[in-house]
């Protein structure tokens, strides 16, 4: 059964996994961090790109979209574990080069089985 993904909505949330674990390499910096109150069938992860590293808008979404895919293929492959929330900040090296995506799909693989 694929769980359904939802984003953190309430600052709160957030600042609770930027206290809790964290994983860095060249394209993200990952967060998170197992929290108590948790609707086991949600699935909690969060893609932000910050207006200071990606000036465009169009670079932003494109960023975004791009971890979202990966991310729903993550969820059909490997099981996570749902009582973690994550939150991934992206980096400007994520969408400087398009044949990047792979790489980029291989380290984002490699870190979610470091965190289950």
């Given amino acids: 059964m694929r769980n359904k993904i939802v984003s953190l909505k309430n ?31 949600n699935l909690n992860i969060s893609i932000v790109t910050q207006k200071k590293k990606f000036k465009n808008a169009i670079q932003r979404n494109f960023c975004k979209r791009r971890f979202k895919n990966i991310v729903n ?16 900040l992206a980096k400007e090296r994520s969408v400087l080069r398009k044949d990047s995506f792979e790489d980029l799909k291989k380290t984002i693989f490699n870190e979610f089985k470091k965190v289950r």
């Fill in 11 to 41: 600052n709160e949330d957030f600042k609770n996994v930027l206290k809790g674990h964290k994983l860095s390499n060249k394209y993200f910096v990952m967060f998170y961090k197992k929290l108590l109150k948790k609707n086991s069938n």
């Fill in 73 to 88: 293929e993550i969820t059909k492959k490997v099981s996570l574990n749902c009582n973690y929330s994550y939150l991934i």
